[in-house]
């Protein structure tokens, strides 16, 4: 079985930074993309940022300049560097990865449980 566990989560002041990471375990046979999702209370999930296997990456515009995404491929991981945190970046942050498992040799859509970012004073 495949499995997505975030960490790093927590409260941040406005204007601080904060690093939330992901790693992904189990009968792994390959990873494409990785991506990180948020959603604030009230609001739909929304795609924050993404990296293929390759390293090509794509941000939202809320958080381009401000927010770094980055994997190890070794250690089937991926980052979220988050800088110049606003309150509006407040959200549940969730991981996503397309993995090919050596159960099932196709790729399936996983998600982590979720990490809470607070951005307050």
């Known amino acids: 079985q495949v499995q997505l566990v975030e960490s790093g989560g927590g409260l941040v002041q406005p204007g601080g930074s904060l690093r939330v990471s992901c790693a992904a375990s189990g009968s792994i046979f390959s990873i494409n993309a990785m991506r990180w999702y948020r959603q604030a209370p009230g609001k739909e999930r929304e795609l924050v940022a993404g990296?293929?296997?390759?390293?090509?990456?794509n941000y939202a515009d809320s958080v381009k300049g401000r927010f770094t995404i980055s994997r190890d491929n070794a250690k089937n991981t991926v980052s979220l560097q988050m800088n110049s945190l606003k309150p509006e970046d407040t959200a549940v942050y969730y991981c996503?990865?397309?993995?090919?498992?050596?159960?099932?040799?196709?790729?399936?859509?996983?998600w982590g449980q979720g990490t809470q970012v607070t951005v307050s004073s």
């Open positions: 990296i293929t296997s390759g390293g090509r990456t």
């Open positions: 996503n990865a397309d993995i090919r498992s050596w159960v099932v040799l196709s790729y399936h859509d996983y």
